[in-house]
């Protein structure tokens, strides 16, 4: 049996039509039990690798194609495959440290840095020159490769080759340089202006690499042994990072002991007006602690708790939450959102599914931050992931012109990987050097970065923190430290205020976030005139284009009159929204109210929903329905509510995001419509230094 152990995919940014997610589809269609991702000098697809292989049934194997510097200075390219977890350790390692030694140049490794690297890693090279040195470094775990491309047989090439691995006692293994997964792509590889070679290769199945390599059995057989060798959990818990919880100086600090203090005081500063009993808040929050310390996110939290406490006493200003993360109980104690999830209805579950760590600050503020994290832990242990961009219909058309090729060419770039850069907004912190535990690179010659992306981070329990800026909130900040004039206490300010809403009506909110003139929201609110931060909120999810589309605006507002609700076991959830399933949140508390799902499935029926996932889309029907008849429902009123909430689920807004940008805008409009000459001198005095920021604290 043949195993393919030399692919470069889309991560070898220009030189493959690979895709990351396809390989192990088509691996498992050719009926090969395995194969291996060799990108050039990165790691970076290897965490969507795993999982495309996962799903597939396949097993995977990872590596790379170096360059190695000999003892005499002579360059040759080496494919180095990671037979377990030391092995890939040991890659990350050189991967990292030779990018780091380039500097601005093309990373090399050097035979003795690679000689001190070898244990558990298995080598080979089609280079003449590799044999001598890689034999003596890698012993019986080095092959003389032999490449056969698409339609070739054996080379001129070969000859040396063999008589040198006969002469050292070298193994030979046999190869495809796989560059695309089908035989038509080939000619793609080859086009004007793109420099390919003949050797490269499309995904052969195993009876076509018989029959290149007929003559030399023994180098079938060898790919079929290499991979048997690998271990089946070489990617399983392998990226292992000791972050930094504290990483600005604050109290050490366990999650749940945060979090508990956190809890303890707002209690106390709010006791008459919580939502629910302190002990169904201290019950939701020990639940989320347990979860959230098992899925090994308990230092991301507190460093971000840290990063925005040092932002406060910093004087830079700092949002009221965002996205999922202000959804959790975890988040409002930390100090990391101003919304209760309790009284607002948000759910933790959402956040679990898809941890993302963002945060809002002042301008400027993104950069003083991340700055500080450098300054006290060192520019080793504080990296950002790589973003990557992909090539979309217009340019993918554009270079197939300039390939002088069809639209053949324009399909098969779309979606493909297209370039990689540093990215801006996420950072990783960490203990230790980062990159001794997970693979840099420097991406398109910029500085160096993790060579992952933010979601392959996430997906393996290390979701970087993310610092936006907002100018929003340098605004607010002057008009609550009283640097523009009379101090405002606006956590005060009341949630329905009717100048307020008549300002919003009119449409007198320049200058107000997110409600410009020219922003799709502006439109909205003046039709929909929201009387409060909830009815605000709602615009947020109702100004979306898919809203505006199916016309859910024009519903919401006819039910001005009254609301309309498809069950009366719905009301509570949907009462603030007139009856309507605006929210995402609300898709899932409808499945736990009428079905009697866990939240956790809950969330899983609404993703697949939103996804149109079909498969998982009738299985969890399937529950949907039996509960509901279980609780009361006739067949007909829940497949009733069944399509309701699908329906729903496809333009549902993130309420938890909503929230706390619909409290930023109201604030900024109740300031405007109570002390108009006062939020006009904020909104002035912004761009000063005096508001942009503020000298650190002593």
Not at 380 to 386: K, N
Request: proline content about 6%.
């Amino acid at each position: 049996m043949f195993v393919h152990l030399r692919v470069r995919s889309e991560m070898s940014i220009g030189s493959s039509l690979v895709r990351l997610d396809e390989l192990p589809v088509r691996v498992r269609e050719l009926g090969m039990p395995a194969v291996a991702l060799t990108d050039r000098w990165t790691l970076a697809g290897v965490v969507r690798f795993g999982r495309a292989c996962a799903v597939a049934g396949v097993k995977p194997t990872v590596g790379a194609e170096v360059d190695v510097r000999s003892d005499g200075g002579s360059v040759f390219p080496l494919v180095l495959i990671c037979r377990d977890q030391v092995g890939l350790r040991n890659l990350v390692r050189l991967l990292s440290q030779s990018w780091i030694d380039a500097g601005n140049g093309s990373p090399v490794v050097a035979l003795d840095v690679l000689s001190e690297s070898r244990e558990g890693l298995v080598a080979f090279s089609g280079a003449k020159a590799a044999v001598e040195p890689s034999a003596a470094v890698f012993g019986r775990d080095f092959y003389v490769e032999l490449a056969r491309g698409s339609g070739a047989g054996p080379s001129a090439r070969e000859r040396p080759l063999l008589v040198a691995a006969r002469r050292r006692g070298t193994r030979v293994i046999a190869t495809a340089d796989v560059r695309c997964p089908d035989r038509d792509d080939v000619g793609f590889l080859h086009a004007p202006g793109r420099g390919g070679r003949r050797g490269w290769s499309h995904l052969a199945g195993p009876e076509e690499m018989e029959a290149r390599f007929a003559d030399l059995p023994e180098a079938l057989a060898a790919t079929a042994e290499v991979a048997a060798s690998v271990a089946d959990d070489v990617l399983a818990g392998a990226w292992q990072v000791r972050l930094a919880a504290q990483p600005l100086g604050g109290p050490p600090s366990s999650l749940r002991e945060a979090t508990s203090s956190g809890l303890e005081r707002r209690l106390v500063r709010a006791s008459a007006g919580m939502a629910r009993s302190p002990h169904e808040y201290r019950t939701r929050l020990a639940d989320e602690v347990e979860r959230l310390t098992g899925a090994g996110l308990d230092a991301s939290l507190l460093a971000l708790a840290d990063c925005a406490r040092w932002a406060r006493e910093n004087g830079i200003p700092v949002g009221p939450g965002r996205g999922a993360l202000a959804g959790t109980l975890v988040a409002w104690t930390l100090g990391l959102s101003q919304v209760d999830p309790l009284r607002h209805g948000l759910v933790f579950e959402r956040f679990e599914h898809a941890p993302s760590l963002a945060f809002d600050f002042g301008r400027g503020g993104a950069a003083r931050v991340r700055q500080a994290l450098v300054d006290r832990l060192g520019p080793d242990r504080v990296m950002s992931p790589t973003t990557f961009a992909v090539w979309q219909p217009a340019p993918a058309a554009r270079e197939a012109r300039r390939r002088r090729r069809g639209g053949q060419l324009a399909l098969r770039l779309q979606g493909l990987v297209r370039e990689a850069g540093p990215g801006t907004i996420g950072v990783l912190a960490s203990e230790e050097p980062v990159a001794a535990a997970l693979p840099v690179w420097r991406p398109d010659g910029g500085p160096l970065s993790l060579q992952f992306g933010s979601g392959e981070l996430a997906r393996i329990g290390l979701p970087p923190l993310q610092f936006l800026e907002m100018g929003a909130l340098d605004v607010l900040a002057g008009i609550e430290d009283g640097r523009v004039g009379e101090r405002l206490d606006l956590d005060s300010i009341p949630e329905r205020d009717i100048p307020t809403a008549d300002l919003l009506a009119r449409g007198d909110t320049e200058d107000v976030f997110l409600l410009d003139a020219n922003s799709p929201l502006h439109e909205t609110v003046t039709r929909v005139r929201p009387e409060g931060i909830l009815d605000l909120a709602s615009s947020i999810a109702l100004s979306q284009p898919g809203s505006v589309q199916a016309g859910w605006d024009k519903e919401f507002i006819e039910r001005s009159s009254g609301p309309r609700f498809l069950h009366p076991a719905l009301e509570p959830i949907l009462a603030e929204t007139r009856g309507m399933v605006l929210f995402q949140e609300q898709v899932i508390l409808a499945a736990e109210s009428l079905a009697g799902m866990t939240r956790a499935d809950g969330e899983r029926l609404r993703r697949a929903l939103a996804r149109r996932d079909a498969r998982k889309v009738e299985q969890l029907r399937v529950a949907f329905l039996s509960g509901c008849i279980e609780r009361g429902l006739s067949a007909r009123d829940a497949e009733t509510c069944f399509e309701a909430l699908a329906v729903a689920a496809a333009g549902a807004f993130l309420k938890a995001h909503a929230l706390p940008y619909a409290l930023i805008a109201w604030r900024m409009a109740w300031v405007k419509a109570h002390h108009r000459d006062l939020f006009q001198k904020a909104v002035t005095m912004t761009d000063e230094p005096a508001i942009r920021s503020a000298p650190p604290a002593d």
